[in-house]
Nanobody, 120 residues
Framework: QVQLVESGGGLVQAGGSLRLSCAAS????????MDWYRQPPGKQREFVAG???????NYRDSLQGRFTVSRDNAKNLVYLQMSSLNPEDTGVYSC??????????????WGQGTQVTVSS
């Protein structure tokens, strides 16, 4: 079974920084895209940033410059470095990965999420 587990969330003051991590485990052949999403309180989940297996990245327009996504393919990890945080960045941050299984299937997997709270 393939699993994603996020860590690194918490409470931070406005202007501060956090680095989130997402670790993949289980039986799989490879991981294609690994993306970060967030769900602000009372709102729908939204795309934050993503990275492909060969390192291409893309970002939500409003976050580019403050957030940086990266991945370590050898360790099956993806990171989200967040800086200059403000209260509007509060939410549950989840990672999503598209996995290829040994039997040739593609599976889309979500982590359970980690809470980020930015105080003013």
């Amino acid at each position: 079974q393939v699993q994603l587990v996020e860590s690194g969330g918490g409470l931070v003051q406005a202007g501060g920084s956090l680095r989130l991590s997402c670790a993949a485990s289980g039986i799989f052949s490879s991981i294609d895209n690994m993306d970060w999403y967030r769900q602000p309180p009372g709102k729908q989940r939204e795309f934050v940033a993503g990275t492909t297996v060969d390192g291409h990245t893309n970002y939500r327009d409003s976050l580019q410059g403050r957030f940086t996504v990266s991945r370590d393919n050898a360790k099956n990890l993806v990171y989200l470095q967040m800086s200059s945080l403000n209260p509007e960045d509060t939410g549950v941050y989840s990672c999503n990965g598209r996995f290829k299984t040994p039997d040739g299937w593609t599976r889309n997997v979500w982590g359970q999420g980690t809470q980020v709270t930015v105080s003013s």
